[in-house]
């Protein structure tokens, strides 16, 4: 069964410490493996599409990473506007185009 | 630019009543798509529409029907709503099915009693 697992649940961080987000993932085969924002209240918001092994993508203080199984977002001196829900999202090879998401990172970082 | 808007924002149902979730984007996006969003579940898909005139089930499609109006609309119905359906409802948008980022709406609060 294809599964996505993100580690940890919460993450409490300082204004300036970097850290990192995990998100694992046991599929059958990886078509690409997506990472979103969703702050309180509101839809999840597109951050980064990776495709291959070895891949790294950069937005600002964030930086994506992806492995063969799994794939991590660094955050690199982190502000509090930083703060919100990091959700992980794979698609599996086939036609459906299915997202399979896992359950989130939520990030505080306090000033 | 609006991208995906979903109405109602918040929705209390009783039990067995029937109700429909609209949502429309103005990007152009071929594939559609319907989550909910539940604690401790995840993201799951509903149902998703790959193009206009075309529609699949999700993974959690018991309970709902869809509609794919035209290329911008894509309703989701309950026809009898449950309790076990109580939660937040997404809908989003892409440009195609593969590999492509998705704009989401910012969701449909509903409960039901």
């Known amino acids: 069964e294809d599964q996505v697992t993100q580690s940890p649940e919460a993450l409490r961080l300082q204004e300036g410490e970097s850290s990192s987000l995990n998100c694992s993932y046991t599929v059958s085969g990886l078509r690409g493996l997506f990472w979103y924002r969703q702050d309180p209240g509101k839809g999840p918001e597109f951050l980064f599409t990776l495709y291959s092994a070895g891949e790294e993508k950069e937005k600002e203080r964030l930086k994506a990473t992806l492995t063969k199984k799994e794939s991590f977002l660094h955050i690199t001196a982190p502000k509090p506007e930083d703060s919100a829900t990091y959700l992980c999202a794979v698609q599996v090879t086939g036609n459906t185009g299915k997202l399979i998401f896992g359950q989130g990172t939520t990030l505080q970082v306090k000033p | 630019n609006a991208g995906v808007t979903q109405t109602p924002k918040f929705q209390v149902l009783k039990t067995g009543q029937s109700m429909t979730l609209q949502c429309a984007q103005d990007?152009?996006?071929?594939?559609m798509y319907w989550y909910r969003q539940d604690p401790g579940m995840g993201l799951r898909l509903i149902y998703y529409?790959?193009?206009?005139?075309?529609?699949d089930k999700g993974e959690v499609p018991n309970g709902y029907n869809v509609s794919r109006l035209n290329k911008r609309e894509f309703s989701l119905r309950l026809e009898s709503a449950a309790p076990s359906q109580t939660s937040v409802y997404f809908c989003a948008s892409s440009e195609g099915l593969l590999l492509y980022g998705y704009t989401f709406g910012s969701g449909t609060r509903l409960t039901v009693v």
């Open positions: 529409s790959a193009s206009e005139g075309t529609t």
């Open positions: 990007m152009n996006h071929n594939s």
